[in-house]
């Protein structure tokens, strides 16, 4: 089972430059980078509602998201934060620049948040081998930078 995860985090990790690439072809379209990641976000409510009806997800557990604290909700703003970069970004670093720096600071936050345990995730403390897998991300970075 663990060996599924693993190839479906893959599978989302290569996806992401494409989407980006799609998303940047559509802001390019129609000349707004805001408006590309308001239709890309759009699409993915309407897939996401169809398939939540096909499988039959519980509508009703919605109500419980008005008793979460506000900054759960700020979920919504990283995304669209993240969605719109990357479309302004990757026509003008390239996938491969702005994807590596993307891992780059996902790595960095990840390894954070493992140290103290934020957001409930489990604690992993900051050791020689975490940063020097950083120092490697970020070595690669440059070398995508330079070539």
């Known amino acids: 089972m663990?060996?599924?995860?693993?190839?479906?985090?893959?599978?989302?990790?290569?996806?992401?430059?494409?989407q980006a690439g799609?998303?940047?072809?559509?802001?390019r379209a129609?000349?707004?980078p805001v408006y590309a990641a308001l239709i890309s976000f759009a699409?993915?409510?309407?897939?996401l509602f169809c398939y939540a009806l096909a499988t039959r997800v519980a509508f009703t557990n919605i109500r419980f998201a008005a008793n979460t604290h506000w900054s759960v909700w700020s979920a919504g703003f990283l995304g669209a934060?993240?969605?719109?970069?990357?479309?302004?970004l990757?026509?003008?670093l390239g996938a491969a620049l702005t994807f590596g720096l993307v891992v780059a600071g996902q790595l960095l936050m990840a390894v954070f948040m493992d140290h103290i345990g934020l957001l409930g995730v489990p604690v992993q403390p900051i050791g020689w081998?975490?940063?020097a897998g950083i120092a490697l991300i970020t070595a690669g970075v440059l070398l995508i930078r330079k070539f």
């Open 2 to 18: 663990k060996l599924v995860l693993l190839f479906i985090a893959l599978v989302a990790g290569m996806l992401a430059p494409l």
């Open 22 to 27: 799609l998303n940047a072809k559509m802001g």
């Open 30 to 32: 129609i000349e707004s």
């Open 43 to 47: 699409v993915g409510t309407l897939v």
């Open 81 to 88: 934060f993240y969605v719109t970069a990357a479309i302004m």
């Open 90 to 92: 990757t026509p003008r």
């Open 129 to 131: 081998q975490r940063l």
